[in-house]
């Protein structure tokens, strides 16, 4: 639904002139060396379908620079994405999406899966996605779809998840992060330490809660365990009852008048918390970062429960063949290859392979996002604006801090069909 | 589509005119009644092609079966019974369905009631007190103004306005009206009802304007003759003769509105059910056959609603 194709990179005139730049340079190396070379005239282009997540224009720049392919973004919606899988599998070349999202993409054989021996970096992808623990050897919560329960496959047109390790990989990871709530501290002026905090009378009116049921339920199974009402299974794939459960501690809350709004989209968020609408919800660390920029006190607060963690990683259309999968593969590698991580590492997120990321950042770049140290120098943003000053230190601290208290992944559970139902009729209440 | 039919069949004075002048030169042959099917022919197809082939698949698509990742096209009313589930095992509680359909038509007619007032005073207005032409356009082109901004834009800048910290709470409290801010400005019923009258209102204002400047003059004069005050022309004058054009906005109005879950999710701080907003989450998680029953279920009820008011006013024979 809101969906744009974004043409980046280049624009259509310096494309014109570059792709005509390289034909007279492939007719005269023809003519030259009498060699019909019409391969390198041809230009390479990727379309990108994907959340707005990963597709930044510098990145698709320097990959231009780097490798001559250039990418066309597709950008939609987490759900639309998944939606565009399953109905227009020919729209998209390369696929940008969340692992919980495979449950329903591998099943419908749109997708191909990856061979893991053509990416060079593979063996270096950090062991969150292939073992379930940091590189400091911490294990980390499995509950939901975490990554490494559905990133292999048994065979190549295989549609079922294998156990272990074989060469047929689902997703590349490529992006990842621990989320966690947001808060106002310059308003709660309290130390927020659980989950349970989102449900306290202390904030009735002023707490909010993401509307998107697979990401919603999750947060909403962290606030219903943290206040010791339940301790599920598994919080991401709950039984019915379960999922009763847990809607009516929401629903109670609903009633009650506890949430001020609901919101679905990154800019409400940013837009609920700077506004002082809400001093305490569900959040993204951009958006976190966003309010601060505004010059508005937020904290991507860690809590004693644990995080809630998304991945998401690169796959191709089932309609990529010769020479396109070949780009393909070399696009993945490049995006392993270091620029894009320290690129993604610098907006908060984390990148895949942790050491060629380290290698195109500056060491206190390195210190501040990954070792959460104390910034030595400004923080900037890959755009160049500030995002944090001199000596101050990232919410929740290291890599190891934040990713070793993972607790669980957002999912796609059994009883979807059921869970969606059930948030419908929470929002009617 | 027959309306438009009769329309073209009836002869309306203009409508004549224009193919005396015409059938002189060229279309002598033809028939009147093939030249009225050439002239609705072009809507018709556009009709059949982009409303009534769609709308014979989504009512298949209603009674198919799904899974998580694809459509199963055997014959089920999952769709129907998932949607109705509790209804008769939680009475005397509504069910989900039964709630959201109440609260939907709650909204309907508050925004209804109110787009109708001010629609009908704005265009009694413009069609009896602005005497020239350039003015009423002008006038009724500052009506579309709610339009000129997107969507998002337009919900967004609620909030300075009616926000907790907003605009109209650090008025009333810097008067001392109030002591706190009031929390049902924004994210409630009322910033729902106020959003959609604010941007309805248009669709009511012209077509009872349409219906009132083409109320001839002297019939106002003769009842005025006639010894009736003004009260009692614009009850048994005005408001009869502007009927039609009262019934085409109130079908634009509350068609729009049972269908609008946009303007209510983010007004509504997504905590306000909508009938149009059970069939996004139920598209979003990939279960058309699920969203298609709901779709024909609100098209069922708003068709109802349209009959019930085409039976107060007969449109085809008023136009």
Redesign the interface.
């Known amino acids: 639904m809101t969906e744009t194709t974004r043409k980046t990179g280049v624009s259509r005139r310096t494309l014109l002139k570059s792709t005509a730049g390289l034909a007279g340079l492939a007719a005269g190396s023809g003519a030259i060396t009498g060699f019909p070379y019409v391969m390198s005239a041809e230009p390479k282009v990727l379309r990108y379908l994907g959340t707005a997540v990963n597709e930044g224009d510098d990145i698709s720049k320097q990959c231009l620079k780097d490798t001559g392919i250039k990418i066309e973004y597709i950008t939609a919606t987490t759900?639309?994405v998944?939606?565009r899988v399953?109905t227009q599998p020919n729209s998209f070349d390369v696929l940008d999406t969340e692992y919980f999202s495979l449950?329903?993409?591998v099943?419908?054989g749109n997708i191909l899966a990856l061979d893991a021996k053509k990416i060079k970096e593979f063996d270096n992808i950090t062991p969150v996605f292939t073992k379930g623990e940091t590189p400091g050897g911490k294990k980390i919560g499995g509950q939901g779809t975490a990554p490494w329960k559905v990133l292999y496959l048994e065979g190549k047109d295989s549609k079922t998840f294998s156990k272990t390790a074989t060469e047929f990989v689902t997703l590349i990871p490529t992006v990842y992060n621990a989320d966690t709530l947001g808060i106002r501290p310059d308003i709660i002026k309290r130390p927020i330490s659980s989950w349970a905090e989102l449900l306290n009378p202390e904030f009735k009116?002023k707490a909010?809660i993401l509307?998107i049921?697979s990401i919603g339920i999750m947060d909403a199974a962290m606030v219903v365990e943290a206040t010791g009402k339940y301790k599920y299974a598994d919080k991401g794939n709950m039984t019915k009852e379960e999922i009763d459960l847990t809607m009516k501690v929401m629903t109670e809350a609903?009633k009650a008048g506890q949430?001020?709004?609901?919101?679905?989209d990154f800019?409400?968020s940013v837009?609920l918390m700077a506004?002082?609408?809400t001093v305490i919800q569900s959040m993204w660390s951009p958006a976190v970062t966003k309010v601060r920029s505004m010059g508005i006190a937020c904290t991507f607060q860690p809590l004693k429960e644990g995080y809630r963690s998304w991945a998401s990683g690169f796959c191709v259309s089932k309609g990529v063949s010769g020479p396109k999968l070949d780009w393909a593969y070399e696009f993945v590698n490049w995006f392993l290859s270091g620029y894009a991580g320290a690129y993604l590492n610098r907006q908060g997120y984390y990148s895949a392979v942790l050491s060629t990321a380290k290698a195109n950042m500056e060491p206190y770049e390195w210190a501040y996002w990954m070792e959460g140290k104390a910034a030595e120098k400004d923080i900037k943003a890959p755009d160049g604006s500030l995002l944090e000053k001199a000596g101050s230190v990232r919410d929740g601290g290291s890599y190891e801090d934040r990713m070793g208290g993972v607790a669980c992944w957002n999912a796609?559970m059994d009883e979807?069909?059921y869970m969606?139902?059930k948030?419908?009729?929470f929002?009617?209440? | 589509m027959d309306t438009s039919e009769d329309i073209l069949q009836q002869p309306a004075p203009d409508l004549v005119r224009g193919s005396e002048t015409a059938r002189p030169a060229k279309a002598a042959r033809l028939s009147p009644s093939f030249i009225s099917w050439l002239q609705a022919g072009p809507m018709m197809l556009v009709f059949l092609a982009f409303f009534l082939i769609p709308l014979v698949f989504v009512v298949i698509v209603s009674f198919w079966d799904y899974n998580e990742y694809q459509l199963l096209p055997a014959f089920s009313g999952r769709g129907y019974t998932d949607t109705f589930e509790g209804c008769i095992a939680q009475l005397p509680d509504l069910c989900t369905i039964a709630k959201t359909y109440l609260k939907t038509l709650k909204l309907c007619f508050l925004v209804w009631a109110i787009t109708l007032f001010i629609g009908f005073w704005v265009a009694y207005f413009l069609a009896f007190h602005v005497k020239s032409k350039t003015w009423q356009m002008g006038l009724s082109l500052l009506c579309t103004i709610p339009f000129w901004t997107s969507n998002v834009i337009r919900m967004i800048a609620w909030i300075p306005l009616l926000g907790r910290n907003g605009l109209v709470n650090s008025g009333l409290m810097k008067t001392g009206l109030i002591g706190q801010p009031i929390e049902w400005l924004l994210f409630s019923e009322f910033s729902v009802v106020l959003a959609l009258v604010h941007l309805f209102t248009f669709f009511m204002v012209v077509p009872i304007f349409n219906s009132m400047i083409r109320i001839d003059k002297s019939l106002i004069e003769a009842a005025y003759d006639a010894g009736a005050t003004g009260f009692q022309t614009l009850v048994n004058v005005i408001i009869p003769l502007a009927k039609p054009g009262i019934v085409i906005g109130s079908i634009f109005v509350i068609t729009i509105v049972m269908g609008d879950f946009i303007t209510i999710g983010v007004m509504g701080g997504q905590q306000i059910a909508a009938a149009g907003k059970i069939i996004e989450t139920r598209v979003n998680a990939l279960q058309f056959p699920a969203a298609a029953a709901n779709a024909v279920i609100l098209l069922v009820i708003t068709f109802l609603i349209i009959t019930m008011m085409s039976r107060i006013v007969d449109i085809k024979k008023e136009l």
């Open positions: 759900d639309d998944t939606k399953m449950k329903k993409i099943p419908s009116g909010s509307n049921p609903k949430f001020r709004a609901f919101w679905k800019n409400e837009n506004s002082g609408e796609v979807n069909d969606v139902r948030w419908n009729e929002i009617a209440a």
